[in-house]
Each structure stands twice: as structure tokens, then as C-alpha cells.
T-cell receptor, first 116, second 113 residues
Framework: DADVTQTPRNRITKTGKRIMLECSQT?????MYWYRQDPGLGLRLIYY???????NKGEISDGYSVSRQAQAKFSLSLESAIPNQTALYFC???????????????FGPGTRLTVL | ELKVEQNPLFLSMQEGKNYTIYCNYS?????LYWYRQDPGKSLESLFV?????AVKQEGRLMASLDTKARLSTLHITAAVHDLSATYFC?????????????FGPGTSLSVIP
């Protein structure tokens, strides 16, 4: 099945460490997103990319960076992790071809990150 | 700035009962999505509503969209335990210079036998 995968699924790290979260998809979608989820706050958009050469900041990009290595791969980095970046991180994709009509998104399984 | 609100945020209901979850948003949009999240799991797309008056039904869930009122509802009919989950609405900022969705805070539903 075409899918969205994330690695690692769980990560515990220390303050100040550099962390990379990876997302791969086999859906053939052009658009990819990174969200973080905190209890009671829903999902907040960190970065999004509409194609390999297009990277855009979301609502909460400070402290994060991204890389779109290929159409199918979108990585999120925390250059110097801090405790308030402890959260559940989701990657998502959507299809540009239907984007004119629908921006329905398909989510990966999530990465639970704990920063001590 | 687009804001998306849901109510209630927490809902405990008995099996067999009906209830409605509301999603209000603050600016013009006629594209709205509903997602379900089971505890510790990812989000799963439930409904895609793309125009004023759109109504979609799947099993015991029915979603509707009123763009004039900036309101979507998710109606639960004769709830069963398997519907226990968190439900998110997400509104599409389609009329801005970039295309992204804003998620509501979620409604945590617990169906009690």
C-alpha cells in the first residue's frame, strides 16, 4: 500500500542535541508537511513543501529546519533541542493534482520526541 | 488570521445516544476536513467537505458544512464504543497566498457502555 512512514517512532534526547526526524512517502504526492501535536492544542504546522524546490515556514518554525531531499523525502531537524520541543510530530502529504479541489492530507504514524 | 474552534472539547456519552460536535471557523472558506485519531495513533481522514451544504455520511457519523455560518457539524447517531477517539476538524485557507489547513483543538469522545 502507498504509505507515509516516519523514523524514528520514538526518541529521547538531551537539551542541546541535534535531532533529525525523517519522513518518506510512496503516495507520489508533491506536497509534504510537518506538524507537532501538543495536548489540547491540536496540530500546529511547522513547515511545508509543495515541491523539492519549495519550502515554506508554518506557524511555529522557530527552532526547526527542514530539508526536502526528493519528492518522496522530507526531513525535520531540531538544531539544538530544548525541553519545550517535547511533542508528537507528524508528517503528512497531499496531492497537488487534487489540490485545486481538495487539500485532504494523509498522515504518517508520528514520532514521539522527548527532550530532557 | 484563521481560527478554528471545536465544542465540546471533551464529550462522554452513553452507547446508543446521539450527539453533535461543532466546528466554527473565523474566516471565509468552503473546504473543511474531519479526521479521527485513536489514542497513540495517527490521524485518519474521515470526511472531505468541499462546498456549502455538503453532507457526507459514513456509518454512524454524518458531517455537514454551512459556509455562510462558518460552521461544520459532526453528528453521531446511536454511538458505540468503537467511536471513542479524538475528532479534529481542519479548515482550508484556500483564499490566501499559500494553501494550508488549520486544525481545531480536537474533541475527545468517550462512549461508555
Amino acid at each position: 500500500d502507498a504509505d507515509v512512514t516516519q523514523t524514528p517512532r520514538n526518541r529521547i534526547t538531551k537539551t542541546g542535541k541535534r535531532i533529525m526526524l525523517e519522513c518518506s512517502q510512496t503516495k507520489g504526492h508533491d506536497r509534504m508537511y510537518w506538524y507537532r501535536q501538543d495536548p489540547g492544542l491540536g496540530l500546529r504546522l511547522i513547515y511545508y513543501s509543495f515541491d523539492v524546490k519549495d519550502i515554506n515556514k508554518g506557524e511555529i518554525s522557530d527552532g526547526y529546519s527542514v530539508s526536502r531531499q526528493a519528492q518522496a523525502k522530507f526531513s525535520l531537524s531540531l538544531e539544538s533541542a530544548i525541553p519545550n520541543q517535547t511533542a508528537l510530530y507528524f508528517c503528512a502529504t497531499s496531492d497537488r493534482l487534487t489540490g485545486g479541489l481538495s487539500n485532504e492530507q494523509f498522515f504518517g504514524p508520528g514520532t514521539r520526541l522527548t527532550v530532557l | 488570521e484563521l481560527k478554528v474552534e471545536q465544542n465540546p472539547l471533551f464529550l462522554s456519552m452513553q452507547e446508543g445516544k446521539n450527539y453533535t460536535i461543532y466546528c466554527n471557523y473565523s474566516t471565509t472558506s468552503d473546504r473543511l476536513y474531519w479526521y479521527r485519531q485513536d489514542p497513540g495513533k495517527s490521524l485518519e481522514s474521515l470526511f472531505v467537505l468541499l462546498s456549502n451544504g455538503a453532507v457526507k455520511q459514513e456509518g454512524r457519523l454524518m458531517a455537514s458544512l454551512d459556509t455562510k455560518a462558518r460552521l461544520s457539524t459532526l453528528h453521531i447517531t446511536a454511538a458505540v464504543h468503537d467511536l471513542s477517539a479524538t475528532y479534529f476538524c481542519a479548515v482550508d485557507m484556500m483564499k490566501t497566498s499559500y494553501d494550508k489547513v488549520i486544525f481545531g483543538p480536537g474533541t475527545s469522545l468517550s462512549v461508555i457502555p
